[in-house]
């Protein structure tokens, strides 16, 4: 890997769409809105097999627990998807329940839950383990935010 995306000043590693590698038929970067208004999402994810993978690095003091957010967006109708955030090496793997959020383009924040991280350099990887209505999930970020010490 040469690429990492390293944690902020904060303890926070922040995840976008440019920086996943996608694997599996349908999910890309969808860009919305119109200029000055344009914002960039993981979507089109209509086959449960695709993945967004993101490698990141843990610096010898940043090992430890990390909460993982991310903000989300599905249609009602759409709602039940499941989705895991793996990260190789880590414990404890998040697994989480897609709300339905409104609209595809209605985002919120949500907890995916709880991840160890240990020093080194890792893919982090989101993986649908099923797909409840026409698509899985919008992503437009995920933060793996460090627990206080």
């Not at 690429?3 to 349908?26: M, N």
């Amino acid at each position: 890997m040469t690429f990492l995306v390293l944690p902020d000043a904060g303890g926070a590693l922040t995840l976008t769409p440019h920086d996943a590698v996608l694997v599996g038929p349908s999910i890309r970067i969808e860009r919305v809105g119109v200029i000055g208004d344009v914002t960039h999402n993981l979507g089109c994810w209509l086959d449960p097999s695709a993945t967004a993978t993101w490698p990141i690095g843990i610096g010898g003091g940043d090992a430890g627990t990390y909460r993982v957010e991310a903000e989300i967006a599905c249609a009602d109708a759409s709602a039940g998807s499941r989705i895991r955030f793996d990260v190789e090496g880590g414990t404890n793997t998040p697994e989480f329940t897609v709300p339905g959020t409104g609209g595809w383009q209605t985002y919120r924040t949500v907890d995916l839950g709880r991840v160890e991280l240990p020093v080194g350099s890792h893919r982090a990887t989101l993986r649908a383990l099923g797909k409840a209505g026409e698509a899985v999930v919008n992503v437009r970020s995920i933060r793996v935010v460090r627990d206080a010490k």
